[in-house]
Antibody, heavy 114, light 110 residues
Framework: QVQLQESGPGLVKPSETLSLTCTVSGGYISSSAYYWGWIRQPPGKGLEWIGSVYYTGTLFYNPSLKSRVIISVDMSKNQFSLKLNSVTAADTAVYYC??????WGQGTLVTVSS | QAGLTQPPSVSKDLGQTATLTCTGNSNNVGDQGAVWLQQLQGHPPKLLSSRNDERPSGMSERFSASRSGNTASLTITGLQPEDEADYYCSAWDSSLGNQVFGGGTKLTVL
């Protein structure tokens, strides 16, 4: 059973960088043809795709966030990470990592506030 | 801003059938198909149907997905109280280079 777990700070100051890591267990990021992605959901609102990484390392980003987002993979730790810079209050959301789309982490709330 | 169009809410009686729709265009739903996700309050989304309309292993047969042209549909038969949730569709948009979502449909079982 594949499991994903998000980790990272729950509070980020405006203009700073949001950094989250997704740790995968029960399967290997590198071993099979899956996409691994980040999705976010502002409080009370719908889902927004942030970006995905294919098992080969190929990256795909939401065009509206592309200038601020970096997704990276650490195969040795079986983790993939999200960095979103220059955050504002509009980036306050629950951030989910997913093995697109069949396995999901529980989500982590990140609040942008001074 | 949602890329796909879903009705904001649908209400049906217990035991009835609900059909949720998701309308896109020829660059997304019409081209790639759509996935359907169920999100119970306070929980992460759960995959109901992949973009080729297949149910994940173990998923109830009460949920079935289909597509006609640029519209994807999710049909839920024999509605149960536990089916009350938000339902989202999503598709890859080859023109935008973006994974677009619908705004979600809140299903209420009366």
């Amino acid at each position: 059973q594949v499991q994903l777990q998000e980790s990272g700070p729950g509070l980020v100051k405006p203009s700073e960088t949001l950094s989250l890591t997704c740790t995968v267990s029960g399967g290997y990021i590198s071993s099979s043809a899956y996409y691994w992605g980040w999705i976010r959901q502002p409080p009370g609102k719908g889902l927004e795709w942030i970006g995905s990484v294919y098992y080969t390392g190929t990256l795909f980003y939401n065009p509206s966030l592309k200038s601020r987002v970096i997704i990276s993979v650490d195969m040795s730790k079986n983790q993939f990470s999200l960095k979103l810079n220059s955050v504002t209050a509009a980036d306050t959301a629950v951030y989910y990592c997913t093995r697109v789309w069949d396995y999901w982490g529980q989500g982590t709330l990140v609040t942008v506030s001074s | 801003q949602a890329g796909l169009t879903q009705p904001p809410s649908v209400s049906k009686d217990l035991g009835q059938t609900a059909t949720l729709t998701c309308t896109g265009n020829s660059n997304n739903v019409g081209d790639q198909g759509a996935v359907w996700l169920q999100q119970l309050q306070g929980h992460p989304p759960k995959l109901l149907s992949s973009r080729n309309d297949e149910r994940p292993s173990g998923m109830s047969e009460r949920f079935s997905a289909s597509r006609s042209g640029n519209t994807a549909s999710l049909t839920i038969t024999g509605l149960q109280p536990e089916d009350e949730a938000d339902y989202y569709c999503s598709a890859w948009d080859s023109s935008l280079g973006n994974q677009v979502f619908g705004g979600g449909t809140k299903l209420t079982v009366l």
